[in-house]
């Protein structure tokens, strides 16, 4: 069996390994130590001035820190993307506050600015004022953010950018995770680069980031004893995966670049085939990373053939691919939580796949990819 070809697989510099040996031989096996400071002081400076970086276990970690620095707790409401990971919007339910799901516009595939103020109207109509709005740059694509901050601003809500996988995106020449009043990041296994696990909040100021901090590390008052004065979290990230963050900085841009070519590879492939377009920037106000390559598969134009016939043909020549996320509204376990829109995160799900994008593959693995794809289509 010829081996398997991924979406989405780590991809090593070489580099990491000497942080992690220095870690060791100078014992900074803890949650804090010098690789922790200079992967934050690294980030600082690639996301540029007057961002405060703290780094932290997870993603997931860092949005629940972002809600709880915004206020939401017990009751509140927090506006949602739906098109997304279920990491997004779990953190509202953790702080025992109600997701309100939002559809995405078809450009950008992200949360749409009029239906989003479409729902805070209602809400507040309703007699409840959200609390905060949590928007994804999918797939690495910038959200419309001036609209979008525009809105946040009109009705005063404290923003949140899920900027998990768009590491390296940019809009306007802004680079993403910096939109918000908080933007979060992830080193997930799968993401752009990793840390095997690991996740960071990006703060406006550095009394920000250091509350953020305080939460991280349990939230020890000042004092010889232990001493609490509110619910800490341990959330901070490990000195020995930090370095591995800091070997992963010195190729991000390299990891970028390869991203797009993979990007590249699948809009010249896709050229040709009638009922597949390849999910990209709507002009160039926007840069996406191409995190994951995802095209559209439309049946009525492809002679019937769907996503799903083309993830299994795929799937069969040993090449992973996944559908588009579910909408998170359309998961059990959200389903009677409120949802504005209409169907086209809905539709994007029912025609979407991501492909293997990884930096690391190789022209071998694309002319497989190439042979699985004629296979499909030219048949
Ligand atoms: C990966 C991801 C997360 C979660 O990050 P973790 O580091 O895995 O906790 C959140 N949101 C989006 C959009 C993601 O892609």
Not at 83 to 105: H, K, L, R
Not at 181 to 206: E, Q
Not at 211 to 239: C, L, W
């Amino acid at each position: 069996m010829n081996k398997k070809i991924w979406l989405s697989s780590p991809h090593m510099s070489g580099k990491e390994i000497k942080y992690i040996q220095e870690a060791f031989n100078s014992n900074w096996i803890a949650p804090l130590g010098p690789n922790v400071t200079e992967f934050e002081n690294t980030m600082q400076i690639y996301l540029g001035e007057n961002n405060f970086v703290a780094a932290l276990s997870s993603g997931t970690a860092a949005i629940h820190l972002g809600l709880i620095l915004a206020g939401v707790s017990q009751g509140d409401e927090v506006l949602c993307q739906t098109f997304t990971f279920s990491a997004s919007a779990n953190p509202v339910v953790y702080q025992g506050a109600t997701p309100v799901f939002i559809d995405s516009e078809a450009d950008t595939f992200n949360m749409c600015p009029k239906t989003l103020e479409v729902a805070i109207i209602d809400r507040i109509a309703k007699g409840k004022k959200p609390k905060a709005i949590i928007v994804v740059d999918s797939y690495g694509m910038p959200a419309k953010w001036d609209e979008i901050a525009a809105i946040a601003k009109k009705y005063s809500l404290f923003l949140i950018e899920d900027a998990a996988s768009a590491l390296g995106s940019t809009f306007k020449n802004q680079k993403c995770g910096t939109f918000g009043d908080i933007g979060i990041l992830s080193f997930n296994g799968n993401k752009i680069i990793t840390t095997s696990g690991g996740g960071a909040l990006v703060a406006k100021t550095w009394e920000i980031k250091d509350k953020a901090v305080f939460f991280a590390t349990q939230s020890r008052d000042n004092a010889p004893h232990y001493q609490h004065s509110e619910i800490g979290y341990n959330y901070r990230m490990s000195n020995i995966v930090a370095g591995i963050g800091r070997g992963q900085m010195e190729v991000l841009d390299e990891h970028v670049t390869l991203r797009r070519a993979m990007h590249d590879f699948y809009v010249n492939y896709f050229k040709d085939i009638q009922g597949v377009t390849v999910f990209s920037e709507p002009n160039t106000d926007y840069y996406s990373n191409h995190w994951l390559s995802a095209i559209l598969v439309n049946p009525e134009q492809t002679g019937g053939k769907t996503r799903e016939d083309l993830r299994l043909a795929m799937d069969a020549a040993n090449i992973e691919s996944r559908p588009l996320w579910k909408p998170m509204h359309l998961q059990p376990i959200f389903a009677n939580d409120p949802y504005y829109g209409g169907t086209i995160s809905e539709s994007l799900f029912q025609n979407g796949l991501c492909l293997p994008s990884c930096s690391n593959l190789t022209s071998e693995d694309r002319d497989r990819i190439k042979v699985a794809l004629d296979a499909f289509f030219l048949k």
